[in-house]
Protein backbone atom coordinates (compact mmCIF):
# COMPACT_ATOMS: atom_id res chain seq x y z
CA UNK A 1 0.00 0.00 0.00
CA UNK A 2 0.90 3.83 -1.13
CA UNK A 3 3.16 5.24 2.09
CA UNK A 4 2.68 9.42 2.61
CA UNK A 5 0.13 10.04 -0.15
CA UNK A 6 -2.72 10.46 1.71
CA UNK A 7 -4.44 9.49 4.85
CA UNK A 8 -6.93 7.21 5.92
CA UNK A 9 -9.00 10.12 6.88
CA UNK A 10 -8.25 11.81 3.77
CA UNK A 11 -5.62 14.40 4.64
CA UNK A 12 -2.61 14.48 2.62
CA UNK A 13 0.16 14.26 4.77
CA UNK A 14 3.59 12.70 4.88
CA UNK A 15 4.09 9.74 6.80
CA UNK A 16 6.69 10.81 9.66
CA UNK A 17 5.65 14.43 9.10
CA UNK A 18 1.77 14.21 9.90
CA UNK A 19 0.81 17.86 11.34
CA UNK A 20 -2.44 17.94 13.88
CA UNK A 21 -4.53 21.01 13.30
CA UNK A 22 -2.87 22.36 15.99
CA UNK A 23 0.72 22.13 14.03
CA UNK A 24 -0.42 22.77 11.07
CA UNK A 25 -1.27 26.24 12.31
CA UNK A 26 1.98 26.74 13.58
CA UNK A 27 3.60 25.17 10.40
CA UNK A 28 1.44 27.82 8.64
CA UNK A 29 2.57 30.49 11.04
CA UNK A 30 6.19 29.33 10.24
CA UNK A 31 6.49 30.07 6.64
CA UNK A 32 4.64 33.61 7.26
CA UNK A 33 8.04 34.27 9.41
CA UNK A 34 10.06 33.20 6.53
CA UNK A 35 7.57 34.63 3.85
CA UNK A 36 8.14 38.47 5.19
CA UNK A 37 9.58 40.75 7.69
CA UNK A 38 8.22 40.34 10.76
CA UNK A 39 7.78 43.07 13.74
CA UNK A 40 11.07 42.04 15.33
CA UNK A 41 12.73 45.08 13.79
CA UNK A 42 15.54 42.71 12.33
CA UNK A 43 17.03 44.54 9.10
CA UNK A 44 16.29 42.56 5.74
CA UNK A 45 19.24 40.30 5.13
CA UNK A 46 20.81 41.02 1.73
CA UNK A 47 19.27 39.90 -1.12
CA UNK A 48 19.63 36.40 -2.77
CA UNK A 49 20.61 36.01 -6.55
CA UNK A 50 18.23 33.01 -6.98
CA UNK A 51 18.79 32.22 -10.86
CA UNK A 52 22.79 32.00 -9.53
CA UNK A 53 21.87 29.52 -6.50
CA UNK A 54 19.66 27.04 -8.89
CA UNK A 55 22.63 26.87 -11.71
CA UNK A 56 25.40 26.60 -9.37
CA UNK A 57 24.20 24.90 -6.21
CA UNK A 58 26.44 27.00 -4.16
CA UNK A 59 27.80 24.48 -0.63
CA UNK A 60 25.58 25.85 2.12
CA UNK A 61 29.12 25.43 4.17
CA UNK A 62 32.66 25.28 2.54
CA UNK A 63 33.85 21.87 2.79
CA UNK A 64 35.48 20.19 5.95
CA UNK A 65 38.66 20.33 5.99
CA UNK A 66 38.86 17.04 7.21
CA UNK A 67 36.94 14.54 5.39
CA UNK A 68 34.84 14.32 2.49
CA UNK A 69 35.55 14.67 -0.96
CA UNK A 70 35.06 17.86 -3.19
CA UNK A 71 33.19 15.18 -5.43
CA UNK A 72 31.13 14.06 -2.48
CA UNK A 73 30.08 17.77 -1.43
CA UNK A 74 29.14 18.72 -5.01
CA UNK A 75 25.79 16.37 -3.65
CA UNK A 76 25.45 18.48 -0.64
CA UNK A 77 25.01 21.67 -2.89
CA UNK A 78 22.42 20.33 -5.01
CA UNK A 79 20.07 20.38 -2.13
CA UNK A 80 20.05 24.37 -2.57
CA UNK A 81 17.72 24.23 -5.45
CA UNK A 82 15.11 23.24 -4.03
CA UNK A 83 14.89 26.34 -1.80
CA UNK A 84 11.44 28.14 -1.25
CA UNK A 85 12.47 31.25 -2.86
CA UNK A 86 10.28 32.84 -0.10
CA UNK A 87 12.03 31.19 2.62
CA UNK A 88 14.97 32.26 0.65
CA UNK A 89 14.48 36.23 -0.04
CA UNK A 90 13.87 37.35 3.70
CA UNK A 91 14.68 35.05 6.33
CA UNK A 92 14.85 36.68 9.71
CA UNK A 93 16.93 34.51 12.44
CA UNK A 94 14.18 32.20 13.57
CA UNK A 95 13.51 29.97 16.38
CA UNK A 96 11.16 26.84 16.02
CA UNK A 97 9.48 24.16 18.00
CA UNK A 98 7.79 21.25 17.02
CA UNK A 99 5.17 22.66 20.15
CA UNK A 100 3.78 25.24 18.32
CA UNK A 101 5.60 28.00 19.26
CA UNK A 102 7.70 29.83 16.44
CA UNK A 103 9.13 33.59 16.89
CA UNK A 104 11.98 35.31 15.26
CA UNK A 105 15.47 35.78 17.00
CA UNK A 106 16.57 37.92 19.77
CA UNK A 107 15.55 41.41 19.32
CA UNK A 108 18.49 43.71 17.81
CA UNK A 109 20.26 40.40 17.06
CA UNK A 110 21.50 40.44 13.00
CA UNK A 111 22.44 37.57 10.62
CA UNK A 112 25.99 39.02 11.52
CA UNK A 113 25.87 38.84 15.07
CA UNK A 114 24.45 35.21 15.12
CA UNK A 115 27.05 33.88 13.02
CA UNK A 116 29.93 35.29 14.70
CA UNK A 117 28.36 34.62 18.17
CA UNK A 118 28.10 30.69 17.06
CA UNK A 119 30.92 30.57 14.65
CA UNK A 120 33.02 31.83 17.49
CA UNK A 121 31.39 29.47 19.95
CA UNK A 122 31.62 26.73 17.60
CA UNK A 123 35.10 26.80 17.00
CA UNK A 124 35.55 25.90 20.73
CA UNK A 125 33.09 23.19 21.17
CA UNK A 126 34.90 21.74 17.86
CA UNK A 127 38.19 21.15 19.83
CA UNK A 128 36.26 19.83 23.21
CA UNK A 129 33.62 17.59 21.25
CA UNK A 130 34.25 17.33 17.66
CA UNK A 131 32.52 18.50 14.30
CA UNK A 132 29.20 16.84 15.82
CA UNK A 133 27.93 19.61 18.21
CA UNK A 134 29.42 22.18 15.97
CA UNK A 135 27.51 21.32 13.18
CA UNK A 136 24.31 21.16 15.44
CA UNK A 137 25.13 25.02 16.95
CA UNK A 138 25.75 26.43 13.03
CA UNK A 139 22.61 25.19 11.79
CA UNK A 140 20.40 26.69 14.68
CA UNK A 141 20.70 29.75 11.78
CA UNK A 142 18.44 31.25 9.95
CA UNK A 143 19.05 30.46 6.00
CA UNK A 144 19.97 34.02 6.29
CA UNK A 145 22.31 33.81 8.85
CA UNK A 146 23.51 30.78 7.01
CA UNK A 147 24.05 32.54 3.65
CA UNK A 148 26.20 34.99 5.19
CA UNK A 149 27.59 32.59 7.40
CA UNK A 150 28.66 30.70 3.68
CA UNK A 151 30.74 33.90 2.61
CA UNK A 152 32.11 34.95 5.81
CA UNK A 153 33.21 32.11 7.41
CA UNK A 154 34.85 28.63 7.23
CA UNK A 155 32.72 26.35 9.09
CA UNK A 156 33.32 22.28 9.15
CA UNK A 157 30.74 20.51 8.51
CA UNK A 158 29.73 17.49 10.30
CA UNK A 159 28.42 14.27 9.61
CA UNK A 160 25.14 13.20 11.26
CA UNK A 161 24.59 10.12 11.58
CA UNK A 162 21.44 8.60 10.06
CA UNK A 163 20.36 5.16 10.75
CA UNK A 164 17.23 5.26 8.62
CA UNK A 165 15.66 5.32 5.96
CA UNK A 166 11.92 4.64 5.72
CA UNK A 167 9.63 4.39 2.44
CA UNK A 168 7.63 7.11 4.17
CA UNK A 169 9.89 9.58 3.44
CA UNK A 170 11.00 8.52 0.35
CA UNK A 171 6.80 9.23 -0.53
CA UNK A 172 7.08 12.34 1.29
CA UNK A 173 9.92 13.58 -0.30
CA UNK A 174 9.19 11.76 -3.83
CA UNK A 175 6.86 14.54 -4.85
CA UNK A 176 9.23 17.81 -3.97
CA UNK A 177 11.61 16.39 -6.03
CA UNK A 178 9.51 15.51 -9.06
CA UNK A 179 8.25 19.31 -9.26
CA UNK A 180 11.43 20.39 -8.82
CA UNK A 181 13.55 17.89 -9.93
CA UNK A 182 16.54 20.42 -9.53
CA UNK A 183 19.18 17.64 -8.17
CA UNK A 184 21.29 16.15 -11.18
CA UNK A 185 21.61 12.68 -10.29
CA UNK A 186 25.38 11.20 -9.61
CA UNK A 187 26.13 9.03 -12.63
CA UNK A 188 25.45 5.55 -9.79
CA UNK A 189 22.75 7.24 -8.34
CA UNK A 190 19.05 6.20 -8.38
CA UNK A 191 16.92 8.88 -10.18
CA UNK A 192 13.44 7.73 -9.12
CA UNK A 193 11.50 7.86 -6.27
CA UNK A 194 12.40 4.42 -5.34
CA UNK A 195 15.60 5.30 -4.78
CA UNK A 196 15.01 6.07 -1.38
CA UNK A 197 14.26 2.33 -0.43
CA UNK A 198 17.69 1.71 -2.03
CA UNK A 199 20.88 1.63 -0.09
CA UNK A 200 23.96 3.08 -1.40
CA UNK A 201 27.53 1.86 -0.52
CA UNK A 202 29.52 3.97 1.12
CA UNK A 203 32.83 5.01 0.06
CA UNK A 204 35.41 3.85 2.30
CA UNK A 205 36.50 7.40 3.01
CA UNK A 206 33.38 8.09 4.97
CA UNK A 207 32.43 4.89 6.07
CA UNK A 208 34.70 5.45 9.63
CA UNK A 209 31.65 8.14 9.94
CA UNK A 210 28.56 7.32 8.88
CA UNK A 211 29.27 3.55 10.55
CA UNK A 212 29.86 2.42 13.48
CA UNK A 213 33.21 2.16 14.32
CA UNK A 214 33.61 5.99 15.24
CA UNK A 215 33.71 5.87 18.81
CA UNK A 216 34.11 9.81 18.79
CA UNK A 217 30.72 9.76 16.36
CA UNK A 218 28.89 6.74 18.17
CA UNK A 219 29.05 7.81 21.78
CA UNK A 220 31.10 4.46 21.80
CA UNK A 221 27.95 2.66 21.58
CA UNK A 222 27.74 -0.60 19.48
CA UNK A 223 23.91 0.07 20.17
CA UNK A 224 23.85 3.24 17.59
CA UNK A 225 25.06 0.94 15.07
CA UNK A 226 23.98 1.77 11.67
CA UNK A 227 21.91 -1.19 11.23
CA UNK A 228 22.62 -3.93 8.43
CA UNK A 229 19.52 -3.44 6.37
CA UNK A 230 18.83 0.56 6.66
CA UNK A 231 20.50 2.20 3.94
CA UNK A 232 23.70 4.73 4.55
CA UNK A 233 22.72 8.66 4.48
CA UNK A 234 24.39 9.59 1.55
CA UNK A 235 22.62 13.88 2.17
CA UNK A 236 23.69 13.79 5.82
CA UNK A 237 27.58 12.27 5.40
CA UNK A 238 27.85 14.06 1.55
CA UNK A 239 27.79 10.98 0.29
CA UNK A 240 25.71 10.53 -2.11
CA UNK A 241 22.88 12.15 -4.32
CA UNK A 242 21.02 14.83 -2.63
CA UNK A 243 17.69 13.36 -2.97
CA UNK A 244 18.09 11.25 -0.54
CA UNK A 245 17.48 11.92 3.22
CA UNK A 246 16.43 10.25 5.88
CA UNK A 247 13.65 10.16 7.92
CA UNK A 248 15.59 9.90 11.15
CA UNK A 249 18.52 10.82 12.62
CA UNK A 250 20.54 9.79 15.77
CA UNK A 251 22.96 12.31 17.30
CA UNK A 252 24.83 10.90 20.13
CA UNK A 253 27.85 12.55 22.23
CA UNK A 254 28.45 11.44 25.62
CA UNK A 255 29.50 15.36 26.14
CA UNK A 256 26.04 16.29 25.57
CA UNK A 257 23.81 17.33 29.01
CA UNK A 258 20.63 15.88 29.69
CA UNK A 259 18.78 19.32 29.58
CA UNK A 260 20.11 19.86 26.01
CA UNK A 261 19.16 16.18 24.58
CA UNK A 262 15.98 17.70 22.81
CA UNK A 263 17.74 20.36 20.66
CA UNK A 264 17.44 19.28 17.53
CA UNK A 265 19.01 21.27 14.92
CA UNK A 266 19.75 19.44 11.47
CA UNK A 267 20.16 21.50 8.24
CA UNK A 268 18.83 21.77 5.80
CA UNK A 269 15.06 19.68 5.96
CA UNK A 270 12.87 20.12 8.96
CA UNK A 271 13.76 17.37 11.50
CA UNK A 272 12.00 16.96 14.83
CA UNK A 273 13.42 15.85 17.83
CA UNK A 274 11.85 12.73 19.10
CA UNK A 275 13.96 11.36 21.81
CA UNK A 276 16.36 11.88 24.41
CA UNK A 277 18.06 9.79 26.90
CA UNK A 278 20.93 9.41 29.36
CA UNK A 279 21.00 5.40 29.89
CA UNK A 280 23.56 3.58 31.21
CA UNK A 281 24.28 1.04 28.36
CA UNK A 282 23.95 -2.77 29.37
CA UNK A 283 27.25 -3.70 27.38
CA UNK A 284 29.54 -1.74 29.19
CA UNK A 285 27.61 0.27 31.59
CA UNK A 286 29.03 3.36 30.02
CA UNK A 287 26.30 6.45 29.83
CA UNK A 288 25.59 8.21 26.77
CA UNK A 289 22.86 10.71 26.12
CA UNK A 290 21.36 10.71 22.63
CA UNK A 291 18.68 12.71 20.47
CA UNK A 292 17.07 11.33 17.72
CA UNK A 293 15.05 13.27 15.37
CA UNK A 294 12.11 12.56 12.75
CA UNK A 295 11.48 14.33 9.62
CA UNK A 296 8.75 16.63 9.60
CA UNK A 297 9.14 17.87 6.60
CA UNK A 298 10.78 17.80 3.27
CA UNK A 299 10.80 21.56 2.70
CA UNK A 300 15.20 22.53 3.21
CA UNK A 301 16.74 25.49 4.58
CA UNK A 302 14.80 25.80 7.18
CA UNK A 303 17.13 25.70 10.59
CA UNK A 304 15.58 24.97 13.63
CA UNK A 305 16.19 25.15 17.30
CA UNK A 306 13.56 23.63 19.56
CA UNK A 307 12.27 26.08 22.35
CA UNK A 308 12.61 23.36 24.93
CA UNK A 309 16.29 23.63 24.39
CA UNK A 310 16.44 26.99 23.24
CA UNK A 311 14.56 28.48 26.33
CA UNK A 312 17.47 27.29 28.29
CA UNK A 313 20.40 29.56 27.67
CA UNK A 314 22.60 27.72 29.57
CA UNK A 315 21.79 24.48 27.65
CA UNK A 316 22.70 26.00 24.66
CA UNK A 317 25.42 27.38 26.05
CA UNK A 318 26.53 23.85 26.71
CA UNK A 319 26.21 22.56 23.47
CA UNK A 320 28.32 25.30 22.17
CA UNK A 321 30.91 25.10 24.37
CA UNK A 322 30.88 28.42 25.22
CA UNK A 323 32.89 30.01 27.54
CA UNK A 324 30.81 33.68 27.50
CA UNK A 325 27.59 33.02 28.33
CA UNK A 326 26.46 36.49 29.10
CA UNK A 327 26.59 36.65 25.49
CA UNK A 328 24.06 34.01 24.83
CA UNK A 329 22.20 35.65 27.97
CA UNK A 330 21.13 38.23 25.57
CA UNK A 331 19.72 35.46 23.23
CA UNK A 332 16.54 35.26 25.60
CA UNK A 333 13.64 34.63 23.29
CA UNK A 334 10.12 35.57 24.18
CA UNK A 335 7.82 32.90 25.96
CA UNK A 336 6.06 30.59 23.90
CA UNK A 337 2.44 31.33 22.94
CA UNK A 338 0.67 29.18 24.78
CA UNK A 339 -1.10 26.27 22.54
CA UNK A 340 -4.31 24.71 23.49
CA UNK A 341 -2.08 21.59 23.82
CA UNK A 342 0.19 23.16 25.98
CA UNK A 343 -2.91 24.07 28.15
CA UNK A 344 -4.25 21.33 28.22
CA UNK A 345 -0.60 19.46 29.38
CA UNK A 346 -0.56 21.90 31.87
CA UNK A 347 -3.89 20.93 33.92
CA UNK A 348 -3.68 17.19 32.98
CA UNK A 349 -4.15 15.14 36.15
CA UNK A 350 -1.43 12.19 35.95
CA UNK A 351 -2.07 9.04 37.69
CA UNK A 352 0.44 6.22 39.70
CA UNK A 353 -0.39 2.60 39.03
CA UNK A 354 -2.50 2.26 42.43
CA UNK A 355 -4.57 4.74 40.99
CA UNK A 356 -4.95 3.99 37.68
CA UNK A 357 -6.18 0.42 38.52
CA UNK A 358 -8.53 1.63 40.78
CA UNK A 359 -10.12 4.27 38.43
CA UNK A 360 -10.99 0.75 35.87
CA UNK A 361 -12.18 -0.95 39.13
CA UNK A 362 -14.46 1.68 39.44
CA UNK A 363 -15.79 2.13 36.40
CA UNK A 364 -16.50 -1.61 35.65
CA UNK A 365 -17.81 -2.34 39.33
CA UNK A 366 -19.09 1.13 40.48
CA UNK A 367 -20.05 2.25 37.12
CA UNK A 368 -21.10 -0.99 35.37
CA UNK A 369 -18.90 -0.88 32.18
CA UNK A 370 -18.14 -4.35 30.94
CA UNK A 371 -14.31 -4.63 30.17
CA UNK A 372 -15.38 -5.01 26.83
CA UNK A 373 -17.22 -1.84 26.38
CA UNK A 374 -14.08 0.21 27.86
CA UNK A 375 -11.17 -2.31 25.25
CA UNK A 376 -13.30 -1.24 22.45
CA UNK A 377 -13.74 2.23 22.88
CA UNK A 378 -9.82 2.41 24.40
CA UNK A 379 -8.83 0.43 21.22
CA UNK A 380 -10.57 2.66 18.95
CA UNK A 381 -9.35 5.75 20.57
CA UNK A 382 -6.03 4.11 19.64
CA UNK A 383 -6.75 3.68 15.97
CA UNK A 384 -8.18 6.54 15.81
CA UNK A 385 -5.16 8.76 17.15
CA UNK A 386 -3.18 7.01 14.42
CA UNK A 387 -5.13 7.34 11.84
CA UNK A 388 -4.64 11.69 12.59
CA UNK A 389 -0.92 11.14 12.50
CA UNK A 390 0.07 8.77 9.94
CA UNK A 391 -0.80 8.03 6.64
CA UNK A 392 -2.13 4.06 5.71
CA UNK A 393 0.17 1.73 5.16
CA UNK A 394 1.49 -1.40 6.79
CA UNK A 395 1.26 -1.32 10.57
CA UNK A 396 2.47 -4.39 12.91
CA UNK A 397 0.82 -4.25 16.21
CA UNK A 398 2.46 -6.26 19.22
CA UNK A 399 0.39 -7.57 21.69
CA UNK A 400 0.57 -8.02 24.94
CA UNK A 401 -1.14 -10.70 27.31
CA UNK A 402 -3.43 -7.91 29.16
CA UNK A 403 -5.88 -6.04 28.17
CA UNK A 404 -3.14 -3.57 26.74
CA UNK A 405 -3.24 -6.38 24.66
CA UNK A 406 -6.91 -6.27 24.49
CA UNK A 407 -6.81 -2.71 23.37
CA UNK A 408 -4.59 -3.45 20.84
CA UNK A 409 -6.07 -6.53 19.16
CA UNK A 410 -9.14 -3.56 18.89
CA UNK A 411 -7.20 -0.99 17.59
CA UNK A 412 -5.96 -3.49 14.92
CA UNK A 413 -9.33 -4.12 13.36
CA UNK A 414 -10.46 -0.69 12.96
CA UNK A 415 -7.11 0.44 11.37
CA UNK A 416 -8.01 -2.22 9.00
CA UNK A 417 -11.64 -0.54 8.21
CA UNK A 418 -9.51 2.35 7.87
CA UNK A 419 -7.76 1.13 5.12
CA UNK A 420 -4.38 0.22 7.09
CA UNK A 421 -2.41 -3.44 6.51
CA UNK A 422 -2.25 -4.81 9.73
CA UNK A 423 -0.58 -7.93 11.21
CA UNK A 424 -0.46 -9.05 14.73
CA UNK A 425 2.22 -10.38 16.76
CA UNK A 426 0.88 -12.24 19.65
CA UNK A 427 3.36 -14.95 21.47
CA UNK A 428 1.70 -15.22 24.57
CA UNK A 429 -2.12 -15.71 23.61
CA UNK A 430 -4.11 -16.14 26.85
CA UNK A 431 -7.24 -18.53 26.93
CA UNK A 432 -9.64 -15.89 28.25
CA UNK A 433 -12.80 -15.86 26.15
CA UNK A 434 -12.30 -11.67 25.79
CA UNK A 435 -9.19 -12.38 24.14
CA UNK A 436 -9.27 -15.47 22.08
CA UNK A 437 -12.65 -13.36 20.90
CA UNK A 438 -11.38 -9.99 19.54
CA UNK A 439 -8.30 -12.82 18.27
CA UNK A 440 -11.38 -14.41 16.21
CA UNK A 441 -12.43 -10.91 15.21
CA UNK A 442 -9.04 -10.19 13.55
CA UNK A 443 -8.95 -13.46 11.86
CA UNK A 444 -12.33 -12.87 9.97
CA UNK A 445 -10.93 -9.58 9.51
CA UNK A 446 -7.81 -11.19 7.35
CA UNK A 447 -5.61 -9.87 9.69
CA UNK A 448 -2.25 -12.27 10.25
CA UNK A 449 -0.95 -12.84 12.91
CA UNK A 450 3.22 -13.12 12.42
CA UNK A 451 6.42 -14.99 14.54
CA UNK A 452 9.01 -12.97 13.19
CA UNK A 453 9.22 -10.09 14.64
CA UNK A 454 12.57 -8.74 13.71
CA UNK A 455 11.29 -9.03 9.87
CA UNK A 456 7.92 -7.29 10.53
CA UNK A 457 9.23 -4.88 12.60
CA UNK A 458 11.52 -3.55 9.86
CA UNK A 459 9.13 -3.82 6.59
CA UNK A 460 6.86 -2.10 8.35
CA UNK A 461 5.93 1.66 8.33
CA UNK A 462 4.28 2.05 11.98
CA UNK A 463 4.82 -0.46 15.02
CA UNK A 464 2.14 -0.13 17.59
CA UNK A 465 3.15 -1.34 20.95
CA UNK A 466 0.21 -2.61 22.93
CA UNK A 467 2.11 -5.26 25.32
CA UNK A 468 2.50 -4.12 28.66
CA UNK A 469 -0.05 -1.82 29.92
CA UNK A 470 -0.75 -0.05 34.06
CA UNK A 471 -0.18 -3.32 35.62
CA UNK A 472 3.14 -3.84 34.50
CA UNK A 473 6.08 -4.73 36.88
CA UNK A 474 8.77 -6.55 37.77
CA UNK A 475 11.54 -6.99 35.70
CA UNK A 476 10.71 -8.33 31.91
CA UNK A 477 9.89 -12.00 31.92
CA UNK A 478 10.34 -13.83 28.01
CA UNK A 479 9.65 -13.86 25.59
CA UNK A 480 8.80 -10.05 25.72
CA UNK A 481 12.48 -8.88 26.60
CA UNK A 482 13.46 -10.07 23.82
CA UNK A 483 10.68 -8.64 22.32
CA UNK A 484 11.05 -5.57 23.52
CA UNK A 485 15.16 -5.51 22.55
CA UNK A 486 13.90 -5.52 18.98
CA UNK A 487 11.74 -3.00 19.39
CA UNK A 488 14.20 -0.45 20.65
CA UNK A 489 16.61 -1.16 17.70
CA UNK A 490 14.20 -0.83 14.95
CA UNK A 491 13.93 2.42 13.49
CA UNK A 492 10.69 1.71 12.50
CA UNK A 493 8.27 4.65 14.32
CA UNK A 494 6.80 3.11 17.73
CA UNK A 495 3.20 3.91 19.14
CA UNK A 496 2.53 2.85 22.47
CA UNK A 497 -0.71 2.23 24.15
CA UNK A 498 -1.35 3.55 27.58
CA UNK A 499 2.72 3.07 28.42
CA UNK A 500 5.66 2.14 26.65
CA UNK A 501 6.05 -1.61 27.54
CA UNK A 502 8.78 -1.48 29.87
CA UNK A 503 8.64 1.39 31.29
CA UNK A 504 7.89 1.64 35.25
CA UNK A 505 4.24 3.16 35.05
CA UNK A 506 5.31 5.74 37.36
CA UNK A 507 9.02 6.65 37.07
CA UNK A 508 9.18 5.54 32.99
CA UNK A 509 12.29 3.85 31.59
CA UNK A 510 13.86 2.88 35.25
CA UNK A 511 14.81 -0.52 33.75
CA UNK A 512 16.79 0.84 30.41
CA UNK A 513 14.41 -0.77 28.42
CA UNK A 514 15.43 1.65 25.93
CA UNK A 515 11.34 1.91 23.88
CA UNK A 516 10.97 5.43 23.25
CA UNK A 517 7.79 5.85 21.12
CA UNK A 518 7.09 8.47 18.81
CA UNK A 519 3.85 8.28 19.80
CA UNK A 520 1.70 7.47 23.55
CA UNK A 521 -1.77 7.24 23.28
CA UNK A 522 -2.71 7.46 26.85
CA UNK A 523 -6.19 6.12 28.38
CA UNK A 524 -8.33 7.29 30.38
CA UNK A 525 -5.87 9.59 31.83
CA UNK A 526 -2.26 9.79 31.50
CA UNK A 527 0.04 7.68 34.04
CA UNK A 528 2.68 9.34 35.65
CA UNK A 529 5.45 7.93 33.33
CA UNK A 530 3.78 10.13 30.45
CA UNK A 531 6.08 13.06 32.03
CA UNK A 532 9.58 11.27 30.42
CA UNK A 533 7.45 10.64 27.23
CA UNK A 534 9.43 12.84 24.67
CA UNK A 535 8.08 11.87 21.52
CA UNK A 536 5.79 13.78 18.84
CA UNK A 537 2.85 12.60 19.48
CA UNK A 538 0.97 12.60 23.15
CA UNK A 539 -2.78 11.71 22.54
CA UNK A 540 -5.46 10.56 25.48
CA UNK A 541 -8.43 8.12 24.47
CA UNK A 542 -10.88 6.12 26.29
CA UNK A 543 -13.38 8.48 25.90
CA UNK A 544 -15.90 6.77 28.46
CA UNK A 545 -15.26 8.27 31.66
CA UNK A 546 -18.88 9.76 33.04
CA UNK A 547 -19.02 13.63 33.69
CA UNK A 548 -18.38 13.30 37.75
CA UNK A 549 -15.68 10.83 37.26
CA UNK A 550 -14.10 13.13 34.36
CA UNK A 551 -14.45 16.19 36.50
CA UNK A 552 -12.97 14.68 39.44
CA UNK A 553 -9.43 13.42 37.31
CA UNK A 554 -9.29 16.39 35.07
CA UNK A 555 -9.83 14.64 32.20
CA UNK A 556 -9.38 17.36 29.13
CA UNK A 557 -12.51 18.05 26.63
CA UNK A 558 -12.52 16.19 23.59
CA UNK A 559 -13.19 17.72 20.58
CA UNK A 560 -16.45 17.12 18.65
CA UNK A 561 -17.18 13.93 18.53
CA UNK A 562 -13.43 12.70 18.23
CA UNK A 563 -12.22 9.41 20.61
CA UNK A 564 -9.13 11.24 21.18
CA UNK A 565 -7.47 14.50 21.98
CA UNK A 566 -4.37 15.56 21.51
CA UNK A 567 -2.11 16.46 24.55
CA UNK A 568 1.41 17.66 23.14
N1 LIG B 1 -9.72 2.17 32.39
C1 LIG B 1 -8.80 2.07 31.49
O1 LIG B 1 -7.97 2.93 31.36
C2 LIG B 1 -8.77 0.89 30.68
C3 LIG B 1 -7.58 0.47 30.18
N2 LIG B 1 -7.43 -0.67 29.52
C4 LIG B 1 -6.14 -1.18 29.17
O2 LIG B 1 -5.81 -2.15 30.11
C5 LIG B 1 -4.46 -1.97 30.51
C6 LIG B 1 -4.20 -2.61 31.80
O3 LIG B 1 -4.51 -3.95 31.61
P1 LIG B 1 -4.05 -5.10 32.59
O4 LIG B 1 -4.57 -6.36 32.07
O5 LIG B 1 -4.41 -4.74 33.97
O6 LIG B 1 -2.48 -5.09 32.55
P2 LIG B 1 -1.41 -5.12 31.37
O7 LIG B 1 -2.03 -5.09 30.07
O8 LIG B 1 -0.47 -4.06 31.75
O9 LIG B 1 -0.67 -6.50 31.48
C7 LIG B 1 -0.85 -7.46 32.44
C8 LIG B 1 -0.21 -8.72 31.90
O10 LIG B 1 1.17 -8.48 31.73
C9 LIG B 1 1.89 -9.45 32.47
N3 LIG B 1 3.08 -8.84 33.06
C10 LIG B 1 3.14 -7.89 34.00
N4 LIG B 1 4.41 -7.58 34.26
C11 LIG B 1 5.17 -8.37 33.49
C12 LIG B 1 6.56 -8.55 33.31
N5 LIG B 1 7.44 -7.83 34.01
N6 LIG B 1 7.01 -9.44 32.40
C13 LIG B 1 6.17 -10.17 31.68
N7 LIG B 1 4.81 -10.09 31.82
C14 LIG B 1 4.33 -9.19 32.70
C15 LIG B 1 0.95 -9.93 33.53
O11 LIG B 1 1.33 -11.20 33.90
P3 LIG B 1 1.22 -11.64 35.44
O12 LIG B 1 1.69 -13.04 35.47
O13 LIG B 1 2.09 -10.71 36.21
O14 LIG B 1 -0.22 -11.45 35.80
C16 LIG B 1 -0.38 -9.88 32.81
O15 LIG B 1 -0.52 -11.03 32.02
C17 LIG B 1 -4.29 -0.50 30.47
O16 LIG B 1 -2.94 -0.12 30.44
C18 LIG B 1 -5.03 -0.16 29.21
O17 LIG B 1 -4.21 -0.36 28.10
C19 LIG B 1 -8.63 -1.46 29.16
O18 LIG B 1 -8.53 -1.99 27.93
C20 LIG B 1 -9.87 -0.61 29.16
C21 LIG B 1 -10.03 0.16 30.41
K1 LIG C 1 2.07 -0.47 25.84
Redesign the pocket.
Given at each position: MAIGSASANGRSTSFNGGFSAGSTASFVQKRTLFGRRTSSGLPPPPPLNLAAAHSQCPPLFPPPPHSASTAAFSALRCTKPQTQPSQLATAPIVYESNSGFSGPGPAGATPDSMVSLLTSNSRSAATANGAQLLFNSAVTLSSAAARHLEGTHSLPTTPLRALHHTSGAASALSPLHKTQGACPPRSNAPTSSSAFAQPEAPSTAMSSIDGCDSPALSGGSPKHCSHANSPRTPWITQQGACNRVPSRLEISDPSIEDNIGSMSSVYPYNYSISSHIRTPLRSNGKEETRASANLISAIPCRPMLHTKAARSVSAIADILNCTDRSELSRMRLPPPTPTSAHAQRDHTNYLGQKA??L??VD??SKHG?A?EQ??E???FSVAQSIAKEYPAGKVLLCI?????????L?AARHLKHFGYKTSLYYP?Q?AKDLYKNLLHQCDIHHIPVVTDLTTEAKSSDLIVD?????????????P??QALDILRDVNTPIVS???PS?WD?EHGDVQGIGLRPDMLVS???P?LCAKQFNGRFHYLG?R??PPDMAEELKVPKYPGTDQCVRLA
Open positions: AQVDLMYILMLAGGPGNNGGDGVVPAIFGFSFKGSVRAFDVDIGVLTVKGFV
